[in-house]
């Protein structure tokens, strides 16, 4: 039995991708964010003491963190994981990459966007937008125009991730990719990452995996 503990709006949207790639047979149980604080349900720390989401229960065990359970599956399954040759370290990279590195300063903009909006006194909003503009000017404009500029030079060399075969890499990498078009209006047009994007999106298994657990970004963030 394989059962995936799927968060609205979040990226455990991959895991789901995942599984409808292999063709697996799962059962999906989804969880609301709280609508004020917009977290997930205290019920997932009966699962994992973080309450955190992804989590797949297959095999006899609880399994968390996106790479993590893409590893696993590609492995057990034997198909789309790293492939042979020069590729599979591209596939590595890019797996880790992901959250260890692109996630970063999406994460910094996601905050310092919700402090500009946060409803403070009129005599501290203007110290708080002043705080929030001087760390994106300082740091996450400039993360994110390096970051994002070098997977749009790597994306217009190849069609995919690893190579020019589609691979979990390019399943990972789509949440940074489609969070820096929510999050990124400063960026550059990007017609390279723009076109792998609008490839891997239109892959029926990732139509699957939005009918059956939604967008990984919430509605009125999403640009793309």
Do not use: C
Request: proline letters at 8%; charged letters at 25%; a neutral charge.
């Amino acid at each position: 039995m394989i059962r995936l503990h799927h968060l609205e709006y979040s990226r455990s949207t991959r895991v789901l991708w995942l599984l409808e790639e292999l063709g697996l047979e799962y059962e999906l149980k989804t969880y609301p964010r709280d609508p004020k604080t917009i977290r997930g349900p205290k019920s997932l720390r009966e699962l994992h003491p973080l309450g955190r989401s992804p989590l797949l229960e297959i095999d006899g065990r609880v399994l968390a963190e996106s790479g993590a359970i893409l590893t696993y599956l590609t492995e057990r399954e034997g198909r789309l994981g790293a492939p042979e040759g020069d590729a599979r370290h591209e596939y590595h990279y890019w797996l880790h990459y992901a959250e260890g590195s692109a996630v970063s300063p999406l994460l910094v903009k996601l905050i310092t966007t919700g402090v500009r909006k946060a409803p403070l006194p009129f005599f501290i909003k203007p110290i708080a937008k002043g705080v929030a503009d001087k760390i994106d000017a300082n740091f996450t404009n400039q993360e994110m125009s390096a970051h994002f500029g070098w997977i749009e030079q790597a994306l217009s060399e190849r069609d995919y991730f690893a190579a020019d075969e589609f691979s979990a890499a390019d399943i990972q990498m789509s949440y940074p990719v489609q969070g820096s078009f929510v999050r990124g209006e400063d960026l550059p047009a990007r017609p390279a990452t723009r076109a792998w994007l609008s490839r891997v999106q239109n892959r029926p298994a990732y139509q699957k995996a939005l009918e059956r657990g939604g967008p990984p970004m919430m509605p009125s963030q999403s640009r793309t």
